[in-house]
């Protein structure tokens, strides 16, 4: 799914607004604890790491994760984020030398009544600045390449909608246009001999044009849409066909409606009419879409006629590659496709089985 820009900021903003406030808790809470009057100048230096902290976070999310490690060069990555950390831990000590943050300390200790254990609190304190920073840098590390790893993903996505939609658009185009025009001719010449049929091919033929127009614009249609352009399809070929040719259409008599892609039947249905059909010798083409529960299947079965080579991947239409590729982008791990281009009833067999769930 793809998440909406002004929402993916929105959610940027929290997350970074989350992330410093637990920050924030975990280094500002320690001085809390000592039980004693802190000294302002504990927390000028606190606020002064917190800042080069906030910078190295930065630094390390705009620039070294994207410019270093997510281009492989990890050696220059690593070696600039431990100067980083170095830097950083020199800044503590110097900025607890000048704010003279140790005797101020001191002094608040021996005020809050009888000395404590603070052997080694300032070592502590150093080792806990290491491992916050540490965690900052590998935090901004996690969420940087996270997100870049999402933005790639939303960006493929686009791409393969955009993909789809120009497949969709390239099968609109590669429906022959001479498909229409000889249609056109030949319901023409019905207005000559049966007005009433001649009639309701127009009708076809204008519902056929209103589906590529209109229906198909949203990327889905429903299987009875779809069956019922097929249906158009065929009835309009066969005003062009002579008796010699058989063509039978079987689907669902009780069809249970429900949302696909449209024009997955076409390309196959297509190419029987272009390569199995002949004026002069009996021929035949047989199309039968079955379903059960929401697998469908689909089987066009049409006769091979003498040396007109019969294959989606090298003659005009769609092709079987391009439809495969349209197919992988619509339903991937979804579909079974099988071609057969010679059974023993010397027949090119297409079986489509398609999962819509």
């Known amino acids: 799914m793809i998440i909406p820009k002004s929402k993916s900021r929105l959610i940027s903003i929290l997350i970074h607004i989350l992330i410093w ?5 975990i280094y500002f809470l320690p001085p809390l604890t000592y039980n004693i009057i802190v000294p302002y ?4 230096k606190q606020g002064i790491i917190l800042g080069l902290l906030v910078i190295a976070y930065y630094l390390n999310s705009f620039v070294l994760v994207p410019k270093f490690l997510l281009k492989n060069n990890t050696g220059v990555y690593f070696i600039i984020v431990i100067s980083i950390a170095a830097a950083i831990v020199l800044l503590n000590i110097y900025a607890d030398q000048w ?3 140790h005797q ?9 009544g009888p000395p404590k254990h603070r052997t080694g609190r300032d070592h502590g304190w150093d080792v806990a600045l290491v491992a916050i920073i540490a965690l900052v840098l590998g935090v901004s590390t996690s969420i940087t390449a996270v997100q870049k790893w999402q933005k790639d993903q939303q960006e493929r996505q686009e791409l393969e909608q955009d993909k789809v939609t120009s497949e969709l658009s390239f099968l609109k185009a590669q429906i022959n246009p001479h498909f229409f025009f000889n249609t056109l001719n030949n319901i023409y010449a019905l207005t000559q001999v049966d007005a009433d049929i001649a009639g309701k091919a127009i009708h076809q033929l204008s519902r056929m044009m209103r589906y590529l127009l209109y229906d198909t614009q949203q990327g889905q249609t429903m299987l009875s849409q779809e069956i019922a352009f097929v249906k158009d399809y065929i009835s309009l070929m066969q005003l062009r066909l002579t008796d010699v040719v058989k063509v039978i259409f079987d689907s669902p008599v009780s069809l249970k409606d429900m949302p696909l892609a449209p024009m997955i039947f076409l390309p196959f249905v297509e190419n029987a009419f272009k390569h199995g059909v002949s004026a002069t ?10 379903q059960r529960d929401k697998l469908l299947d689909l089987t066009v079965k049409n006769s091979i006629i003498n040396d007109n080579s019969i294959s989606l991947d090298t003659n005009s239409g769609i092709g079987l590659v391009n439809t495969r590729r ?3 982008l619509l339903y991937p791990g979804k579909y079974k496709l099988d071609v057969t281009e010679l059974n023993a009833d010397n027949e090119y067999t297409v079986h489509l089985t398609l999962d819509l769930s």
């Open 104 to 112: 101020l300390m001191e002094a608040a200790f021996d005020k809050s």
């Open 41 to 44: 100048q504990l927390w000028i």
């Open 21 to 25: 406030g637990v920050f924030g808790m």
């Open 99 to 101: 704010l003279n943050i």
């Open 326 to 328: 349209r197919l992988d």
């Open 281 to 290: 010798v009996q021929s035949h083409i047989y199309i039968t879409v079955e």
